[in-house]
């Protein structure tokens, strides 16, 4: 049986074109020292299907993903069998990456080919490296597969909603690990260029499959690579080759469109540099970007403005729960001088009138999440106003999801949910499936500590619909739970979309 599933690995890096077919027996003798094993029967197998075309540049059938995830479930039970590795998810993730690693090319070979690509185009080098990512397993398709996903309409436009299932729960054996272990230091953080083939440890994920393809953008090297759990189409991460801090600046303006040149069918954009407001890796300098156009690109301008030196952009406020100015132009340079002024004066504005302000205390408030993209021959770039002040009353953030919406969603607003797309977590599937079975039987949902804390929120909406029943009632939930995202956009928007908010903005605009 495990002479079959290493050869079935084996199979599956040929024909996905991970390995040549000259590589054969080497690989096999690298998964054969992994097991400690001394022979090999070469058995007969079944072939491991391949795609029409050549599976590094489509991506594979769902057929092939599951052979792949299978082909390791079996090598891993193995493992456990024979006493290598302990059963548990951390530990098979450790050892099936190590699996992988033996049928994954060097770093060298996939920088080769994906430059080779790029002469091309541009769209040719990350459909390869996106695809053997892919095939790969760095990014686990088979868990991906499995998040949930749906648009829900708003007067903003479409709004994108997953449920975020691919990130494995920590087992027990990995928490006790993280309690006890030292830390090293290295790599310094999961962004690190140290993480390419990183073995791993219980408190730090496997990298042995991981390859990243080397980048310049204002003048320094950056690394260019695909997030494992991607949360949208060729979800990738650009990230400084220093561990550096985060910072919004000028020269943030100027990285994000270096970017945008190489690969202008991407679009690229930064978390904002403040605590609150910001990502959840504030200590690595990184952007995040990818080929798909959320609801926030569709969004039109809905009050235009001219700013004086700046007569080759176009300005204006962008209709979105967040408050967010457009700058358009077919000079780069343009878009950039103009984003650092705005920035600029950002940084130093309050409105006391409108809860604006830049410091309290010596704390700085006031900060920018920027997107970037090459659009019908212009680079554009939003400029998302943030402000990360608190209150008594909103201790969490004035401008964050206030706390009746945390039952969805109290994590912060980085710059994927920025744009329209809510990340949420992975409890609320099983809620909803609970609160779903409550709502049709006329269940109390406060007698249930797991789903009390919903019943005020259906409190608030079954009045709306005249007949909730099996048929329709995840509908229902799922449409209101993208109801419920727009308000936690709308309170991470500084100005509001209200005459009074909207004219705090103007306020803004006209100081430019």
Same mark, same amino acid.
């Given at each position: 049986?495990?002479?079959?599933?290493?050869?079935?690995?084996?199979?599956?890096?040929?024909?996905?074109?991970?390995?040549?077919?000259?590589?054969?027996?080497?690989?096999?003798?690298?998964?054969?020292?992994?097991?400690?094993?001394?022979?090999?029967?070469?058995?007969e197998?079944?072939?491991?299907?391949?795609s029409?075309?050549?599976?590094?540049?489509?991506?594979?059938?769902?057929?092939?993903?599951f052979?792949?995830?299978e082909?390791l479930k079996?090598?891993?039970?193995e493992?456990?069998?024979?006493?290598?590795?302990?059963?548990?998810?951390?530990?098979?993730?450790?050892?099936?990456?190590?699996?992988?690693?033996?049928?994954?090319?060097?770093?060298?070979?996939?920088?080769?080919?994906f430059?080779?690509?790029?002469?091309?185009?541009?769209?040719?080098?990350?459909?390869f490296?996106?695809?053997?990512?892919?095939?790969?397993?760095?990014?686990?398709?088979d868990?991906?597969?499995?998040?949930?996903?749906?648009?829900?309409?708003?007067e903003?436009?479409?709004?994108?909603?997953?449920?975020?299932?691919?990130?494995?729960?920590?087992?027990?054996?990995?928490?006790?690990?993280?309690?006890?272990?030292?830390?090293?230091?290295?790599?310094?953080?999961?962004?690190?260029?140290?993480?390419?083939?990183?073995?791993?440890?219980?408190?730090h994920?496997?990298?042995?499959?991981?390859?990243?393809?080397?980048?310049?953008?204002?003048g320094?090297k950056?690394?260019?690579?695909?997030?494992?759990?991607?949360?949208?189409?060729?979800?990738?991460?650009?990230?400084?080759g220093?561990?550096?801090?985060?910072?919004?600046?000028?020269?943030?303006?100027?990285?994000?469109?270096?970017?945008?040149?190489?690969f202008?069918?991407?679009?690229?954009?930064?978390?904002?540099?403040l605590?609150?407001?910001?990502?959840?890796?504030?200590?690595?300098?990184h952007?995040?970007?990818?080929?798909y156009?959320?609801?926030?690109?569709?969004?039109?301008?809905?009050?235009?403005?001219?700013?004086?030196?700046?007569?080759?952009?176009?300005?204006?406020?962008?209709?979105?729960?967040?408050?967010v100015?457009r700058?358009?132009?077919?000079?780069?340079?343009?878009?950039?001088?103009?984003?650092?002024?705005?920035?600029?004066?950002?940084?130093d504005?309050?409105?006391?009138?409108?809860?604006?302000?830049?410091?309290?205390?010596?704390?700085?408030h006031?900060?920018?999440?920027?997107?970037?993209?090459?659009?019908?021959?212009?680079?554009?770039?939003?400029?998302?106003?943030?402000? =990360? !002040?608190? &209150? /008594?009353?909103?201790?969490?953030?004035? @401008?964050?999801?206030?706390? %009746?919406?945390?039952?969805?969603?109290? *994590?912060?607003i980085?710059?994927?949910?920025?744009?329209?797309?809510?990340?949420?977590?992975?409890?609320?599937?099983?809620?909803?499936?609970?609160?779903a079975?409550?709502?049709?039987?006329?269940?109390?949902?406060?007698?249930?500590?797991?789903?009390?804390?919903?019943?005020?929120?259906?409190?608030?909406f079954?009045?709306?619909?005249? =007949? !909730?029943? &099996? /048929?329709?009632?995840?509908?229902?939930? @799922?449409?209101e739970?993208? %109801?419920?995202?727009?308000?936690?956009? *709308?309170?991470?928007?500084?100005?509001?979309?209200?005459?009074?908010?909207?004219?705090?903005?103007?306020?803004?605009?006209?100081?430019?």
């Amino acid at each position: 049986m495990l002479d079959e599933s290493i050869k079935k690995l084996v199979e599956y890096g040929i024909a996905c074109h991970l390995i040549p077919e000259s590589e054969r027996i080497y690989s096999t003798n690298l998964l054969l020292d992994i097991f400690g094993k001394s022979d090999y029967s070469d058995p007969e197998i079944e072939a491991v299907s391949e795609s029409e075309n050549d599976c590094a540049n489509v991506q594979r059938t769902d057929f092939q993903v599951f052979q792949l995830s299978e082909i390791l479930k079996s090598l891993c039970d193995e493992a456990v069998a024979m006493g290598i590795i302990e059963e548990g998810i951390t530990s098979r993730d450790l050892f099936d990456t190590k699996l992988m690693n033996c049928i994954t090319p060097r770093p060298s070979q996939v920088i080769d080919t994906f430059w080779k690509k790029y002469e091309s185009s541009p769209v040719d080098a990350t459909d390869f490296y996106y695809n053997f990512s892919r095939n790969t397993n760095y990014i686990r398709v088979d868990r991906v597969s499995k998040d949930l996903k749906w648009k829900v309409p708003s007067e903003y436009g479409d709004i994108d909603i997953t449920i975020n299932l691919s990130k494995p729960e920590k087992d027990p054996k990995a928490i006790a690990a993280a309690k006890t272990a030292k830390a090293s230091g290295y790599p310094k953080c999961l962004l690190c260029m140290e993480n390419e083939g990183y073995a791993g440890h219980m408190t730090h994920p496997a990298r042995q499959n991981h390859r990243i393809i080397p980048i310049e953008i204002a003048g320094s090297k950056w690394g260019f690579q695909y997030s494992p759990y991607v949360y949208y189409n060729e979800h990738c991460i650009v990230f400084n080759g220093q561990h550096t801090p985060m910072a919004i600046n000028r020269n943030t303006f100027v990285k994000l469109f270096d970017f945008i040149k190489l690969f202008p069918h991407y679009f690229l954009g930064s978390n904002a540099d403040l605590p609150i407001v910001g990502g959840s890796i504030l200590s690595h300098d990184h952007f995040q970007g990818g080929n798909y156009t959320f609801a926030m690109a569709k969004a039109p301008i809905v009050t235009e403005f001219q700013v004086e030196g700046f007569a080759d952009v176009e300005a204006g406020i962008v209709k979105w729960p967040l408050s967010v100015i457009r700058l358009r132009s077919e000079n780069v340079e343009s878009v950039i001088h103009l984003a650092d002024h705005i920035l600029k004066k950002w940084r130093d504005y309050t409105d006391e009138e409108a809860f604006i302000f830049a410091e309290t205390d010596g704390e700085i408030h006031n900060t920018i999440t920027p997107i970037a993209r090459f659009k019908d021959g212009k680079y554009e770039l939003d400029l998302a106003l943030r402000n =990360n !002040i608190t &209150t /008594e009353e909103h201790p969490l953030g004035v @401008y964050h999801p206030h706390e %009746k919406l945390h039952h969805i969603k109290k *994590e912060n607003i980085g710059l994927i949910e920025v744009m329209g797309l809510a990340v949420l977590p992975a409890r609320l599937k099983h809620e909803m499936e609970v609160l779903a079975e409550y709502m049709v039987e006329h269940k109390d949902i406060r007698s249930n500590a797991e789903i009390e804390k919903h019943a005020d929120w259906v409190d608030e909406f079954t009045s709306d619909y005249s =007949n !909730i029943n &099996t /048929e329709n009632v995840m509908e229902i939930l @799922y449409a209101e739970i993208g %109801k419920v995202f727009v308000q936690v956009l *709308e309170d991470a928007g500084v100005y509001k979309f209200t005459e009074e908010g909207q004219k705090a903005f103007m306020r803004f605009v006209e100081t430019l």
